[in-house]
């Protein structure tokens, strides 16, 4: 099972392991570099080292980027003290590369990595986590947070914003699974939607607006999708983190975390129906306590931090 998507499907890959599932993670951090410092330079977080994949756009030029089929005028920003940044994976070296020989060996690895992924998955996660995505309009190469925010430098004339459709949604997605059963023809599909509402939004109007569109969009483009063949599925995790009955109990107090017991839900199901047999082990004790006492709760969230690069947009 291989994933890709949001800083929430960043949790997906903790429970595979907890279960026993063979988790598929084709680019490995030093085995001799402490488990923390292998995280932090995003190895293993995701089944390669491609960081947030936020849009249905990036999903679809990640893998055609990977193969050579697109490649983006704007491949690199400076960033502080004139390190190498990876505009597409802004986040995923901290203090960025230090020369353009080592950022162009390390996206190279990467891209094999990708392509080793994409040619021997089974399952593909992928969790669809927003719509609003800046661009170049060079060629249209999207990334997955705002020019000059974790690099490079903001020029409306070279990039633009753009609020994907329902239309564009469905269409970069048949376009991303068509290319992956290209490669692996017996491939299988699980979609998911983000329940992390947008911490902020570049239209000029309420975040909550933003946040109840775009997730309406992604839904909607989801069950399309799913409605295509029997080898692709929609997961509700976004239904069981949001539905009314848990009473916002799923959310920690900054109303955006989820929580351990509402990811813990979620796997349960999620493994369920999609891999009978196995189970996650959770302290029931805690998940049962965790309506009652905001202590737990506090805890839960802290325990459940996400690399997340779209935080950085609420005070930029």
């Not at 980027?65 to 004139?82: L, Q, S």
């Not at 021997?120 to 927003?130: A, E, M, R, S």
């Not at 109007?205 to 399309?224: G, H, M, P």
């Amino acid at each position: 099972m291989a994933t890709a998507g949001s800083c929430c499907a960043q949790h997906i890959a903790r429970h595979l392991r907890q279960a026993g599932l063979n988790y598929f993670v084709t680019e490995t951090g030093n085995p001799f570099a402490p488990p923390d410092i292998v995280e932090k330079y995003g190895y293993g977080v995701f089944t390669a080292r491609y960081g947030n994949i936020y849009t249905s756009r990036q999903l679809l030029q990640t893998i055609q980027r990977a193969y050579g089929v697109f490649e983006p005028i704007d491949d690199k920003w400076t960033g502080d003290g004139d390190c190498i940044v990876d505009p597409f994976r802004p986040r995923i070296q901290p203090g960025g590369f230090i020369s353009i020989d080592e950022f162009e060996l390390d996206r190279e690895q990467h891209f094999c990595s990708i392509r080793d992924a994409i040619e021997h998955l089974d399952v593909l996660v992928f969790t669809l986590g927003l719509t609003e995505t800046w661009f170049s309009r060079t060629d249209g190469a999207v990334f997955p947070i705002c020019p000059g925010v974790a690099g490079g430098e903001y020029d409306e004339t070279r990039y633009g914003f753009v609020n994907l459709t329902v239309a564009d949604v469905v269409a970069d997605l048949k376009e991303a699974i068509r290319y992956l059963r290209s490669k692996n023809p017996s491939c299988r599909v699980i979609l998911t939607a983000s329940p992390v509402p947008l911490a902020a939004t570049a239209i000029d109007r309420s975040v909550l607006v933003s946040t109840v569109y775009s997730k309406s969009v992604l839904r909607v483009a989801a069950e399309e999708i799913a409605a295509l063949d029997p080898g692709i599925a929609y997961f509700p995790s976004y239904e069981v983190i949001t539905g009314t009955y848990n009473r916002g109990s799923y959310f920690a107090q900054d109303l955006r975390s989820v929580t351990e017991a509402g990811v813990s839900h979620v796997m349960r199901l999620f493994l369920k129906h999609y891999a009978k047999g196995f189970e996650v082990h959770v302290d029931e004790a805690m998940v049962s306590d965790h309506d009652r006492n905001n202590a737990v709760r506090d805890s839960m969230g802290e325990a459940l931090a996400v690399v997340c690069e779209e935080e950085s947009l609420a005070n930029f």
